[in-house]
């Protein structure tokens, strides 16, 4: 079960990079970027696929999503400049919240 979770985790993380790589193409006309953008969503989608042989579709979606959202929406403060106010603060805690519960609370994930 382990190794699904890794998965779901390389999934994330490449995701996340290929829509960082996505701002970073200027709508697709830079040429390195977009590569980056093709390839992440590639093995984004396969590690996806991989992770919902072993964990249930709805939950590998809402962690992948849930934990997607958190850190493009910190990687844009950082790297691209962009405000986080107090609502989307509370918002992304509540993300956060959402996902500790689906992994670690729900028998849902097993």
């Known amino acids: 079960m382990t190794k699904y ?29 977009t590569l980056f953008v093709i390839v992440g969503y590639g093995v984004a989608f396969y590690c996806l696929a991989q992770a919902i042989q072993a964990i249930p579709v709805g939950i590998s979606y809402a962690v992948w999503a849930g934990v997607g959202i958190v850190l493009i929406a910190l990687l844009g403060w950082v790297m691209f400049g962009q405000k986080l106010d107090i609502a989307a603060m509370l ?11 689906i ?8």
């Open 103 to 110: 992994t670690l609370v729900s028998k849902s994930a097993n």
């Open 5 to 33: 979770w890794v998965f779901l985790a390389i999934a994330i993380v490449a995701e996340v990079a290929a829509t960082s790589a996505l701002k970073l193409s200027d709508g697709m006309t830079k040429w390195v970027p």
């Open 91 to 101: 918002g992304i805690a509540f993300i956060i919240t959402g996902v500790v519960l």
